[in-house]
């Protein structure tokens, strides 16, 4: 980059918001991806008026700008796709603001998911959204993917939590959408249109997410079956019955497989499914509801269950939920992890679909991921300095999108489109839902300054 602009951002932000050793470059130039893209400049503003005059100065010398949160997108959202400035949001870093009586946060983008949970349940209270990146990734990133998690299926994702946000337009005007009451219909839903632009309409310098009340108690059951037809029409039936579970989580025999290697928790190798169940509210209602899930899985042929009420066996249980994204990972260095997301009576054929594909392509796949939404977590392991396996896993992906769809599904339910996913787009939207789509970015962002390359 020139030096007189390097010069102009540093008078903008200051010397020391500013990276631009390539050593320093490379640790922005990734996400939880495969993918790569080293900018040019690292940039960390500390206010909405840095934002904004970084994004005029983007305008007038035609530099792309890549917004980035903690770097955890699972679709190569930060990635920059051409030389530019990776403006990253960490350091705007505030709760500004937890308001008991609207029960309501305001919140600037780079604080992390998780201190969010920390200090709202200090007051019984409860923002739900939890992606399982939550002690790391931010409050941005999950507006501008729309994040969900094992929570959403009772709780819904994040768009159900945003009341409002303060924006810098990709010219570099600052607009607030919504405010800070649950109605609103003033105009267009702007709110919704830019939770899960995926950084390509606006750059979120504040966010104020709706609370609700911390539920009181929780129990939970870890339940491994023999079959997965079973495992899956136990998660229908549960349903049926009356049961929202807060999550309601599966797993695979290859995944499980993985977790056991690294773990060593005593999972059974044979198994062919687990599910993680658990329900939360009153002490009555959450013992009567784990009473009626522990009776359906006898019904539906369950191997074992083991029922937690206290935190420490709560823990336990779900140690091995947690340690699947990091085990899987042993088998092969490179994780592509899709998000296809089916209807829920779909998962039997959906989960049938995927290990034919595996088959197939001869790719490991483990399944797994948050069942009560349909929402599985197709993984293939991978090693992406082998070339053949890697054309592999291309045309694999290919596959699992079109059985998603020929499902009545969708290409991603929680991690965006970002680049992994925008060659299939069309699929989904067709020819005219993609062209409105352009039509939108064209509007906005004349210049094509912010994250261009991503979604289309
Ligand atoms: C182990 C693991 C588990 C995960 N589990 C889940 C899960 O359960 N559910 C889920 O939904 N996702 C999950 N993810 C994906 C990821 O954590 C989420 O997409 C998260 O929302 C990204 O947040 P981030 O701060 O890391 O954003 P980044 O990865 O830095 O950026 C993501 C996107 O947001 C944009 N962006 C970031 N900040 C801003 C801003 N202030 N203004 C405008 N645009 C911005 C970027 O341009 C990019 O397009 C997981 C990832 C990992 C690695």
Request: hydrophobic fraction near 40%; charged fraction near 25%.
């Amino acid at each position: 980059m020139d030096k007189k602009i390097i010069n102009q951002v540093i008078n903008i932000v200051g010397p020391e918001n500013v990276l631009t050793d390539n050593e320093e470059r490379i640790c922005y130039s990734y996400d939880g991806t495969f993918k790569r893209g080293i900018p040019d400049i690292v940039v960390f503003p500390g206010n909405t008026q840095e934002v904004v005059s970084i994004i005029k100065l983007a305008n007038s010398e035609k530099i792309p700008v890549f917004p980035r949160g903690a770097g955890t997108g699972l679709s190569g959202g930060s990635i920059p796709q051409a030389n530019g400035i990776a403006l990253v949001m960490t350091k705007m870093n505030k709760i500004k603001e937890i308001n008991e009586n609207d029960l309501l946060a305001v919140v600037e983008p780079g604080v992390i998911t998780g201190h969010l949970h920390q200090e709202v349940e200090k007051l019984n209270l409860f923002y739900p959204p939890d992606p399982a990146s939550l002690k790391t990734c931010t409050m941005g990133g999950n507006i501008a993917e729309n994040a969900g998690g094992p929570r959403a299926f009772k709780y819904g994702v994040t768009r159900d939590y945003v009341l409002g946000l303060e924006v810098v337009t990709p010219t570099g005007k600052v607009m607030r959408t919504g405010g800070r009451t649950v109605k609103n219909v003033t105009g267009y839903d702007l709110t919704r249109l830019l939770t899960g632009s995926e950084g390509t309409l606006g750059v979120i310098t504040e966010i104020t997410v709706r609370l609700i009340p911390k539920p009181k108690y929780k129990k939970t059951a870890l339940v491994i079956f023999d079959n997965l037809d079973d495992a899956a029409k136990t998660v229908t039936v549960v349903i049926s019955e009356g049961v929202i579970p807060a999550t309601l989580e599966l797993m695979d025999r290859i995944t499980i497989a993985c977790v056991e290697k690294n773990t060593k928790l005593g999972l059974p190798l044979d198994a062919e499914a687990i599910l993680l169940m658990e329900v939360d509210g009153s002490d009555a209602q959450t013992t009567e509801e784990i009473n009626i899930i522990q009776n359906i899985c006898k019904k539906n042929n369950c191997r074992r269950i083991e029922v937690a009420s206290t935190f420490e066996e709560r823990e336990k249980l779900w140690k091995a939920r947690r340690a699947v994204s990091s085990a899987i990972v042993q088998l092969k260095p490179t994780k592509i992890s899709e998000d296809a997301t089916v209807p829920r009576s779909k998962i039997p054929e959906m989960i049938r679909r995927l290990r034919e594909i595996a088959t197939k392509y001869n790719l490991n796949l483990p399944v797994f991921g948050h069942a009560g939404d349909g929402n599985l977590h197709p993984n293939i392991i991978a090693d992406k300095s082998d070339k053949e396996e890697m054309e592999r896993v291309e045309k694999a992906v290919s596959e699992i999108f079109e059985a998603a769809l020929e499902l009545g599904g969708t290409l991603s339910g929680e991690h965006g489109v970002g680049i992994m996913k925008k060659p299939y787009l069309e699929w989904e939207l067709g020819e005219v839902g993609l062209e409105y789509l352009k039509t939108i970015k064209k509007a906005v962002d004349p210049n094509n300054i912010l994250n261009p390359g991503k979604i289309f």
